[in-house]
T-cell receptor, first 114, second 113 residues
Framework: AQSVTQLDSHVSVSEGTPVLLRCNYSSSYSPSLFWYVQHPNKGLQLLLK??????LVKGINGFEAEFKKSETSFHLTKPSAHMSDAAEYFC????????????FGQGTRLTINP | EPEVTQTPSHQVTQMGQEVILRCVPI?????FYWYRQILGQKVEFLVS????????KSEIFDDQFSVERPDGSNFTLKIRSTKLEDSAMYFCASSEYMEGTQYFGPGTRLTVL
């Protein structure tokens, strides 16, 4: 069965500094991996997804994530944080073969300090 | 840009009452989903729906829950007799095809008193 562990429940960075949100996964098959973001009172918005093509995936708003099979990791990064990046971030896994269920990590709250 | 919408944004109900949560998926999407997030816990899959049938459901989705697409645009989640532990944020999602990206609505916060 798939599972996802987000290693930090809360990350705080200063505006203009790099962001690193960590995620490890467990999956029996070749997984699809996603990062979703949730701003207050908004739905879950897809940031980026990995589906067995390039291991470095670029998403919206300058975010990217690297799939590392040997480390079973899919960490989310951004070179320079912006105040608007403050939100809850979810790492998500889905089995690639015909499964519909998404399995979520517990979320990481990102705070940006001015 | 098309988006998934959900109503109401917040529903308060008494224990034992029936509630219906409503969702309007993106218009050309064929697969529909419900997830929930109890406060302080992970987002959990409840059910997926395609071609007017449940295609997958979790162990949470017991006989108290049902889903329906009553009119070709709405997708509803019904809880027949709510319990205190049903209090959660309920998210609807839709995708164009089975392994397609799931697009989520803003959620309905259900409070059972």
């Amino acid at each position: 069965a798939q599972s996802v562990t987000q290693l930090d429940s809360h990350v705080s960075v200063s505006e203009g500094t790099p962001v690193l949100l960590r995620c490890n996964y467990s999956s029996s098959y070749s997984p699809s991996l996603f990062w979703y973001v949730q701003h207050p009172n908004k739905g879950l918005q897809l940031l980026l997804k990995y589906t067995s093509a390039a291991t470095l995936v670029k998403g919206i708003n300058g975010f990217e994530a690297e799939f590392k099979k040997s480390e079973t990791s899919f960490h989310l990064t951004k070179p320079s944080a912006h105040m608007s990046d403050a939100a809850e971030y979810f790492c998500v896994v889905s089995e690639a073969q015909g499964a519909q269920k998404l399995v979520f990590g517990q979320g990481t709250r990102l705070t940006i300090n001015p | 840009e098309p988006e998934v919408t959900q109503t109401p944004s917040h529903q308060v109900t008494q224990m034992g009452q029936e509630v219906i949560l409503r969702c309007v998926p993106i218009s050309n999407h064929l697969y529909f989903y419900w997830y929930r997030q109890i406060l302080g816990q992970k987002v959990e899959f409840l059910v997926s729906f395609y071609n007017n049938e449940i295609s997958e459901k979790s162990e949470i989705f017991d006989d108290q829950f049902s889903v329906e697409r009553p009119d070709g645009s709405n997708f509803t989640l019904k809880i027949r007799s709510t319990k205190l532990e049903d209090s959660a944020m309920y998210f609807c999602a839709s995708s164009e095809y089975m392994e397609g990206t799931q697009y989520f609505g803003p959620g309905t916060r259900l409070t059972v008193l």
